[in-house]
C-alpha cells in the first residue's frame, strides 16, 4: 500500500498512544502533546496511597491500579481512577497523597492538546474509528487502514505502544508489505507475462500453467488469499499446489478443510488424485450425525504415509457438524464457490466467520465475487481474516463504499459504489483475478467436475427394492457354470437397472402365468413426481450464455428422449442423435449441432455418436454464411447417466474436445451420492474396467449392494 506523507507535519511533541482494545483487535488511541513535566511527583504520592491503605482492601485495588496506570504513563487512565480512588477515601493520611496526586494531575498535567493536525487531520484519515470519554481518545479499527494513516502521519519514535499493541501494530504492516509484493507479482505478469521466481514442487504431468504459478506464488505468501479466477481457469489445482507445498514443510499430517457446495464435494477428491504431488487422504462428509462422526474419525486415521489429510463437507453440513469440526486446529480453509457466503448476515456467513477463527490459512475461490455490487466482497475478505476488507464492522464498511438513500418503507438503497479504487487496490493485494480469455493460451484440456443431486424418497424405495431383488439374480448368475466373461458381463448390465433409478425412470420385468405366457408385458415408466437428475440439467442449461453450446450424454434412450422434451419445454433448440436415428438425421443433427447458433444442446447415446463427430459447437468448416455461426462453442460435456465402457466414455469426451477447440471445456457428471452413478463414474474415469476378474465385480458389488456373493 503505498504512502504518501501529508504535506502538513504533526508537532514534535505530539504523541499518539495505542493501546488494545478488550477484545484485542482493536486499537485505543490516545492522542497528545508531550509537556516538560513527567509522572514522577504522582507515582510518589499513590506508593505512599499504597502503603498506607493497606488495611481498606477496596481502596488499595484502586490506588494500586492507578499507581500502575502512572508508571505506564497512561495519563487518562491514571486521572480518572485518582479521581475514584478520592471519591472512596475515608482516612486522612491517605487522602492527602491521594490529593496531591489529583492537583499534580489537573494543574501540572505531563501532556496537553496536540497539534490540529494530529488532533483532526489524521483523526479524519482513519476510517473506522469511534469517539471515546475523554480529550482526543479514539478506539480505532485494528486493519491496514488504520496502520497505514498512522504510518503516513506519525514518525515511529512520536507513536508510545502499550499493552502489546506493537504486535498487532507490526503484524499488521508486514501483512500489507507481503500484499505488496503479490501486487508487484501480478503486474509483472500482466505486463511482461513474468513468472516470479520460485523453488515450489509442481505436477510433473499436470504442471501449472503461468498464470497459476503467479496465483500460487502470491498465495503462499499470504495467510489470507482468495483465488477469484473465473470457471475454469484451474483454481482448483492452483490450491491443491498450496496444499502440497505447505504440508511437506511439516514433520506432522497436514490438516485441511474445503467447504463447499453438495454438487461438487466429489470432484474435489478426483482433482487431489489428479493434482497432489504427495500422498495423503480425502474425506467427504455426508450423512447423519452419527455417519459424520465416524467419517471425522476415519479423516485422521492414518496409514502411516499420509502427508495431508482434507475434509470435504458442504456448507449446510459445516453448521450440523461444527461440534466435531471445531475440535480441530486447521492448517488450511478453503471456501469454494464463497459467494455462497457472501451475505453477512446469514448463518451460513458466520460459521465461515467461525471457522476463519480456527484456521492458519484462509483461501475464498469463486469466479464470481461480485454477484450484486461491489459491496459483495466484504465477506470474501472477511473470511481471509478478521480486518482484510479494512474494517471490522460491516456496516462501517458499507457506509465507506456505498452511498445510500432512504427507501419507501425507510429501508436503506444503495444508490452508487464510491472509492472504488480502493476497492480495486484491495483486490489486487487479496485475490488472484483472471478471465477466462485472458487465460486462454494456457488453458489445461479439460476441467472435471460433478453435479450432486439427491433422490425423491419414491426414488430411494424402488432403489432399494431394486437393491435386494438384484441380490437373489447376481448371485445365481456368480454360481452359474456360463463362461466368465459372460457372468461378468451379465452382472455389470444386471447393475444397470440401477442407473436407470437414479436417472429417473424403471423398467419393470415382464409377468408370466404358469403356462409361460406373458401376463403383463415388460414396461418402462418415469417414477412418479418430480426428476431430480432433469432438474438439475435443466438450471444447468439455464446458467448458460447465448455463446455456450453443451453436449449431454446419456446411456438410455429412454433418458435422451426425456432429456430432449424437458430442454425442448424450455425453448431450447435441440438435436438427438442415438441408435434408431437414421443416417441423414445424423448428418443433420451434426450440421445443425455446429452450424445453427440457435441449436445449443446435442443430447446423444455415446455408443451411437461416441465416435466419428466432430462437435465443436461451431462452423469449423464453413459451410455458413451465418456470422453468428463463428461466436458459439462447446463449453461443456454433461453425463447424464453412462455405462461402465471407459472407451465409450473417453471418444464421446473427445467429440467437443480436439482439434480447433477455442474455448475451455467442462466435463460434469450428475450423480447421485452413494449409488451406482458414484461407481461407475470412477470405474471410468480410472480405466479400470478393462479384462476384469470376477473379484473386481465383488469388489462392485459390495460397493453398489452392500454385499459380497
Same mark, same amino acid.
Not at 503516513?152 to 507513536?159: A, G, L, S, V
Not at 479504487?421 to 477466462?436: D, M
Given at each position: 500500500m503505498t504512502l504518501d506523507r501529508p504535506a502538513m507535519r504533526i508537532a514534535n511533541a505530539d504523541r499518539l498512544q495505542l493501546s488494545l482494545s478488550d477484545e484485542g483487535e482493536h486499537f485505543v488511541a490516545e492522542i497528545y502533546a508531550e509537556r516538560g513535566n513527567d509522572a514522577t511527583v504522582v507515582i510518589e504520592e499513590l506508593r505512599a496511597a499504597v502503603q498506607l491503605a493497606e488495611e481498606q482492601p477496596t481502596l488499595l485495588a484502586v490506588c494500586r491500579k492507578a499507581l500502575h496506570f502512572a508508571e505506564q504513563n497512561q495519563y487518562y487512565y491514571t486521572l480518572q481512577t485518582v479521581k475514584a480512588a478520592?471519591?472512596?477515601?475515608?482516612?486522612?493520611?491517605?487522602?492527602?497523597? %491521594?490529593?496531591?496526586?489529583?492537583?499534580?494531575? /489537573?494543574? !501540572?498535567? +505531563?501532556? *496537553? #492538546?496536540?497539534?490540529?493536525?494530529?488532533? $483532526? $487531520?489524521?483523526?479524519?484519515?482513519?476510517p473506522e474509528r469511534k469517539k471515546l470519554d475523554g480529550a482526543d481518545r479514539w478506539h480505532f479499527g485494528g486493519t491496514d487502514l488504520s496502520t497505514t494513516a498512522i504510518e503516513?502521519? +506519525?514518525?515511529?519514535?512520536? &507513536?508510545v505502544f502499550l499493552d502489546n499493541a506493537d504486535a498487532l501494530y507490526d503484524? %499488521? !504492516? +508486514?501483512?500489507?508489505?507481503?500484499?505488496? %509484493?503479490?501486487?508487484?507479482? $501480478?503486474?509483472? +505478469?500482466?505486463?511482461?507475462?513474468?513468472? #516470479?521466481k520460485h523453488s515450489y514442487d509442481l505436477h510433473p504431468e499436470r504442471t501449472l500453467s503461468a498464470y497459476q504459478q503467479v496465483a500460487l506464488v502470491n498465495a503462499m505468501n499470504s495467510d489470507g488469499f482468495g483465488l477469484f479466477m473465473k470457471q475454469g481457469t484451474g483454481k482448483t489445482a492452483v490450491t491443491i499446489a498450496r496444499v502440497c507445498n505447505d504440508a511437506k514443510k511439516l514433520d506432522r499430517v497436514y490438516r485441511g478443510i474445503i467447504v463447499c457446495p453438495n454438487n461438487v464435494r466429489f470432484n474435489w477428491a478426483e482433482e487431489f488424485k489428479r493434482f497432489a504431488t504427495i500422498p495423503g487422504k480425502c474425506t467427504v462428509i455426508r450423512g447423519g450425525a452419527l455417519e459424520r462422526r465416524k467419517q471425522m474419525v476415519d479423516a485422521f486415521t492414518f496409514d502411516g504415509d499420509e502427508q495431508y489429510t482434507m475434509v470435504i463437507i458442504s456448507y449446510d453440513s459445516l453448521v450440523r457438524a461444527w461440534e466435531d469440526i471445531s475440535l480441530v486446529p486447521w492448517d488450511i480453509a478453503v471456501g469454494d464457490e464463497s459467494h455462497y457466503f457472501k451475505t453477512p448476515t446469514t448463518r451460513r456467513f458466520k460459521y465461515m466467520k467461525r471457522l476463519r477463527d480456527i484456521s492458519k490459512v484462509r483461501m475464498p475461490l469463486t469466479g464470481t465475487p461480485i454477484t450484486n455490487t461491489h459491496l459483495d466482497l466484504f465477506a470474501h475478505w472477511e473470511f481471509m481474516g478478521? *480486518?482484510?476488507? *479494512?474494517?471490522?464492522?460491516?456496516?462501517?464498511? =458499507?457506509?465507506?463504499?456505498?452511498e445510500f438513500a432512504k427507501g419507501r418503507n425507510g429501508d436503506e438503497v444503495l444508490e452508487s459504489i464510491k472509492?472504488?479504487?480502493? &476497492?480495486?487496490?484491495?483486490?489486487?493485494?487479496?485475490?488472484?483475478? &483472471?478471465?477466462?480469455?485472458?487465460a /486462454?493460451?494456457?488453458? #489445461?484440456?479439460?476441467?472435471?467436475?460433478?453435479?450432486?443431486?439427491? /433422490?425423491?424418497?419414491?426414488q430411494a424405495e424402488i432403489?432399494?427394492?431394486?437393491? =435386494?431383488?438384484? %441380490?437373489?439374480e447376481i448371485e445365481a448368475t456368480m454360481n452359474s457354470d456360463r463362461p466368465k466373461a459372460m457372468v461378468i458381463q451379465n452382472v455389470l448390465t444386471m447393475l444397470l437397472r440401477l442407473a436407470q433409478i437414479t436417472s429417473g425412470f424403471v423398467v419393470w420385468d415382464p409377468v408370466f402365468d404358469d403356462d409361460g405366457n406373458v401376463v403383463v408385458p415388460k414396461a418402462t415408466e418415469d417414477i412418479e413426481g418430480v426428476n431430480p437428475k432433469l432438474e438439475s440439467l435443466v438450471e444447468l442449461a439455464a446458467e448458460k450464455d447465448h455463446t455456450e453450446k453443451t453436449l449431454i450424454w446419456a446411456t438410455f434412450t429412454h433418458d435422451i428422449k426425456n432429456i430432449a422434451a424437458a430442454l425442448r419445454a424450455e425453448g431450447h433448440d435441440v438435436v438427438e442423435f442415438y441408435g434408431q436415428t437414421k443416417e441423414a438425421a445424423r448428418l443433420e443433427a451434426e450440421w445443425k449441432y455446429n452450424c445453427d447458433p440457435d441449436c445449443r444442446f446435442f443430447v446423444g447415446n455415446p455408443a451411437a455418436g461416441g465416435t466419428g463427430l466432430n462437435l465443436l459447437g461451431y462452423d469449423h468448416r464453413d459451410e455458413t454464411d451465418d456470422p453468428r455461426a463463428k461466436e458459439t462453442d462447446t463449453t461443456q460435456i454433461v453425463y447424464y447417466s453412462q455405462n461402465w465402457s471407459p472407451v465409450q466414455r473417453d471418444q464421446s469426451e473427445a467429440r467437443g474436445h480436439?482439434?480447433? $477447440?477455442?474455448?475451455?471445456?467442462?466435463?460434469t457428471d450428475l450423480c447421485i451420492p452413494g449409488t451406482i452413478d458414484e461407481e461407475i463414474r470412477t470405474r471410468v474415469l480410472a480405466k479400470i474396467m478393462n479384462a476384469m476378474e470376477v473379484s473386481d465385480v465383488t469388489s462392485i458389488l459390495q460397493s453398489v449392494l452392500g454385499v459380497s456373493l
Open positions: 478520592q471519591a472512596q477515601c475515608v482516612n486522612r493520611d491517605v487522602a492527602q497523597h %491521594i490529593n496531591r496526586a489529583v492537583n499534580e494531575l /489537573m494543574y !501540572r498535567p +505531563w501532556r *496537553g #492538546p496536540a497539534s490540529s493536525v494530529a488532533k $483532526t $487531520t489524521f483523526v479524519s484519515a482513519v503516513k502521519y +506519525w514518525p515511529r519514535e512520536q &507513536i503484524s %499488521i !504492516r +508486514w501483512q500489507a508489505k507481503a500484499q505488496d %509484493i503479490n501486487v508487484l507479482n $501480478t503486474a509483472k +505478469w500482466e505486463a511482461n507475462k513474468e513468472v #516470479p478478521a *480486518g482484510y476488507s *479494512g474494517f471490522h464492522n460491516h456496516k462501517a464498511f =458499507k457506509n465507506h463504499f456505498g472509492n472504488l479504487p480502493e &476497492i480495486k487496490e484491495r483486490l489486487a493485494r487479496t485475490a488472484f483475478q &483472471i478471465t477466462l480469455e485472458e /486462454m493460451p494456457d488453458l #489445461p484440456e479439460k476441467v472435471y467436475d460433478v453435479r450432486e443431486v439427491e /433422490m425423491t424418497p419414491r432403489y432399494s427394492e431394486v437393491q =435386494k431383488s438384484l %441380490i437373489l480436439r482439434r480447433k $477447440t477455442r474455448r475451455y471445456v467442462r466435463v
